[in-house]
């Protein structure tokens, strides 16, 4: 069983910064990417941003230069340090991970989701 917990979410006003938490915690034997997803009224869900194992990071073209996604593999938690909110990026955000378990279980896992609304 592995669990996500998120943190972070807020509001803000256009140009300004929020950074969001998600840490995992469980049976967890590795993990081999974490990541983040939005979804906004009406849209479906989309990828934003991930980090690999390796420290390899993937952002969706639509928040490259803005957000930048970190990793403390000692706490198995991730951050996205989102900077020049715009009203576009208003959204759920989900944190994503794909993990091996103790057990040798493949296990993709989502989080509660966390509300960032950024006003014009």
């Known amino acids: 069983h592995v669990q996500l917990v998120e943190s972070g979410g807020g509001l803000v006003q256009a140009g300004g910064s929020l950074r969001l938490s998600c840490a995992a915690s469980?049976?967890?034997?590795?993990?081999?990417?974490m990541g983040w997803y939005r979804q906004a009224p009406g849209n479906q869900r989309e990828f934003v941003a991930r980090?690999?194992?390796?420290?390899?990071?993937n952002y969706a073209d639509s928040v490259k230069g803005r957000f930048t996604l970190s990793r403390d593999n000692a706490k198995n938690t991730v951050y996205l340090q989102m900077n020049s909110l715009k009203p576009e990026d208003t959204a759920v955000y989900y944190c994503?991970?794909?993990?091996?378990?103790?057990?040798?279980?493949?296990?993709?896992?989502w989080g509660q989701g966390t509300l960032v609304t950024v006003s014009s």
């Open positions: 980090i690999t194992s390796g420290g390899m990071t």
């Open positions: 469980g049976s967890i034997f590795s993990i081999n990417a």
């Open positions: 994503n991970t794909k993990t091996i378990t103790t057990s040798g279980r493949y296990l993709e896992v």
